[in-house]
């Protein structure tokens, strides 16, 4: 396995670039099969979640073509409506594919959907809101059978906000007929841009990135070319490293605006940035960070929990008492014991809640990447702790983050890569 080795502290200098978003990808993957003709997605970050979802289409016989960022799909020679077990368990986003490929075979199964260790991930929204518009969802040895008996728009409330069931159900009904309102929706960028693909090719959604959702169903789509958004995980994630590490960084490609929750978090710590329409310049200052009192994490436009970890590191270098609250998952504050063992200083109350005390000297350890958030928060750690980090597990890392220590090494971080 390969691992990162860490010197620090140091600090960086530099521009980076934003990826194309993870998460758009993952839902785009499965638009493809909505539509006549072959998709050319850009701009495509070239990580393992997106090269697994890749895969799973290619394994059901869509014919995928790589030229760097830019991925082609056609779905035409799709022979397979089977997912398997060792398939789905993969990737959790497999799941977005079963709406699509229902329209078109009529009846799919799958296994049951893999995902990080953050939390019990379960799939329910999604089997009543295929319930709703008319799917037969049967359980199965080894996870689920869906036959389109009797498709027809409906109304459905999501009892929660689920980002993936609503990208999976509004890009169901976009080619069911009739009429299918989608409430307690999902208001998350990549909802949005989704949508706004769809009905270049021909769908008609309106409300998308609100938390109601009104679909026409149409019976025919034309594929086109689609341009990933930039992801807000990697621009936050770039603008908290770049404080934590006191660095003057300037992050470009990207959209301040789908970082607003973070930047009020930064107004309240003291922590200097100037922005534009597609870039943010954090400026460092030797002035003492202030803890922002209370964290929650919360559905878009609220603070994204994917940039929770990552934020936890920072607020160990804030002067006072930080109260972070997980309110998303209920296994994703299990890292704070790797940042203890580092010489953080922090109290996980309860799966949901961590007490931070700051500021604390962070000493580097030889750690473990849990998952993808948490792994790139032991990143920033390494970078700021003093002494040698030894980052194991480093496939979590890779899944959400392209090339991320060459990336890194550009900005003068000393972080070596090791088979
Ligand atoms: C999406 O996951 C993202 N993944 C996650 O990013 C992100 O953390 C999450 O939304 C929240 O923003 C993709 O977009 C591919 P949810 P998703 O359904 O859709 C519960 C990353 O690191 N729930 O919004 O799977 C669920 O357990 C990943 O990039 C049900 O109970 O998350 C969670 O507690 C991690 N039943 C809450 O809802 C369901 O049927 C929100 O989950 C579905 C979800």
Redesign the pocket.
């Known amino acids: 396995m390969s691992k990162f080795v860490i010197q620090g502290p140091q600090e960086l200098a530099g521009e980076i670039a934003v990826a194309g978003a993870?998460?758009?990808a993952?839902?785009a993957i499965p638009a493809a099969f909505l539509c006549g003709g072959i998709t050319t997605l850009t701009n495509v970050p070239r990580i393992r979640?997106v090269e697994t979802m890749l895969e799973i289409v290619q394994k059901l016989g869509a014919n995928v073509k790589k030229d760097g960022h830019t991925v082609t799909i056609d779905p035409s020679s799709t022979v397979s409506h089977h997912i398997t077990p060792e398939l789905s368990g993969k990737a959790?986003?497999s799941?977005?594919l079963v709406g699509p490929l229902l329209l078109a075979f009529g009846e799919v199964t799958i296994g049951h959907p893999g995902?990080?260790i953050?939390?019990?991930?379960?799939?329910?929204?999604?089997?009543?809101?295929f319930r709703a518009l008319g799917v037969k969802v049967e359980d199965t040895d080894e996870g689920y059978k869906f036959s389109a008996s009797n498709l027809k728009g409906a109304t459905y409330f999501f009892p929660?906000?689920?980002?993936?069931?609503?990208?999976t159900l509004m890009m169901t009904a976009a080619r069911i007929a009739g009429v299918t309102i989608l409430k307690n929706a999902?208001c998350?960028p990549?909802v949005k841009d989704l949508a706004q693909y769809l009905n270049r090719c021909g769908a008609k959604i309106e409300g998308a990135g609100t938390n109601t959702i009104y679909i026409e169903g149409v019976n025919k789509l034309s594929a086109g070319k689609w341009e990933m958004i930039p992801d807000r995980?990697e621009t936050g994630m770039f603008a908290v490293l770049s404080a934590a590490t006191r660095s003057r960084l300037r992050v470009t490609n990207c959209n301040p605006e789908h970082v607003e929750s973070l930047l009020t978090i930064f107004d309240r710590m003291g922590i200097n940035y100037a922005k534009g329409n597609d870039w943010i310049l954090i400026e460092p200052s030797k002035k003492a960070y202030k803890s922002p009192g209370k964290v929650i994490?919360h559905?878009?436009p609220g603070f994204?929990?994917?940039l929770q970890p990552p934020l936890t590191v920072l607020l160990t270098q804030a002067e006072g008492l930080t109260l972070v609250h997980e309110t998303?998952?209920?296994g994703?504050l299990f890292y704070v014991d790797l940042l203890n063992r580092m010489g953080a200083s922090i109290i996980l109350c309860d799966p949901h809640r961590a007490l931070v005390q700051g500021p604390t000297n962070l000493r580097g350890k030889k750690i473990e990447s849990p998952?993808?958030?948490a792994g790139i928060a032991m990143v920033i750690a390494g970078l700021i702790a003093s002494g040698e980090t030894t980052l194991d597990n480093i496939y979590q890392i890779e899944?959400?983050y392209e090339n991320l220590d060459a990336r890194l090494a550009a900005l003068g971080a000393k972080i070596e890569r090791v088979s």
């Open positions: 993870k998460n758009a993952l839902a979640d959790r986003s799941i977005m995902g990080c953050i939390g019990r991930r379960p799939i329910d929204q999604f089997l009543e809101g929660f906000v689920s980002v993936t069931a609503t990208e999902a998350e990549e995980l994490t559905e878009y994204a929990t994917d998303i998952f209920e994703r998952d993808i958030r899944r959400g």
